[in-house]
């Protein structure tokens, strides 16, 4: 027993050690392969699968957590219309086991947090066709924005088309779809105002208006 107290103490202490190494920041060659990577912006170690980096902006004092997952297109090498694809803008923190992946246009704002396990992506899938399976139809791209200041709790999905307006909150769990306006609580599937802000009274109930 005390063995594989000493064996555990080791491979913890290793592990913690190899994480450190991998974690890449701005003075690593890698970060060249991006569109922008800015100074005192990490990827946290172990990373998730990242491909067409060229497309992938991220910006000052940002931290994208471990298994996240950011890519530009279906496959890598593959040329996208313009750059960046995916730009997340300064002080975010993007939690461990994201996915952001765009095909047209995610632009996140500044100081922007997630919880774990956010899902957010700016195509799907058409069903213009009842008698063709889905995965063979179109695809559609929409953009999506998400303002600066807000925060997506554990396991959101948001949507094609999506516009968060500034300091918003995404309750866990919530599946997003459409455009709404600043400093809301949104919840559900679909998401949902469930509260707003009225500047010199405080929080509301529902939706504004």
Sequence with gaps: MTY???????VRRARRYLNEVATVGPADD???????FGQGAALLAPQGV???????SIGEGTLIG??????????PEQEMLHAPVISIG????????SHLVGHWSIELGDEIQTGPYVYVTD?????????SPIGWQTPKESAVKIGSGSWLGAHVVILPGTELGRNTVVAAGAVVRGHFPDQVVLGGVPARVLRHYVKGEGWRDGAPG
């Design 4 to 10: 594989r107290r000493a064996l555990g103490r080791t």
């Design 30 to 36: 890698y970060v060249r392969e991006f569109f922008h």
């Design 50 to 56: 990242i491909y067409n980096e060229r497309y992938l």
């Design 66 to 75: 471990p298994n996240v997952c950011l890519s530009a297109g279906i496959a």
């Design 90 to 97: 300064k002080r975010c923190v993007i939690g461990r086991g």
């Design 123 to 131: 195509q799907n899938h058409s069903y213009e066709d009842p008698e």
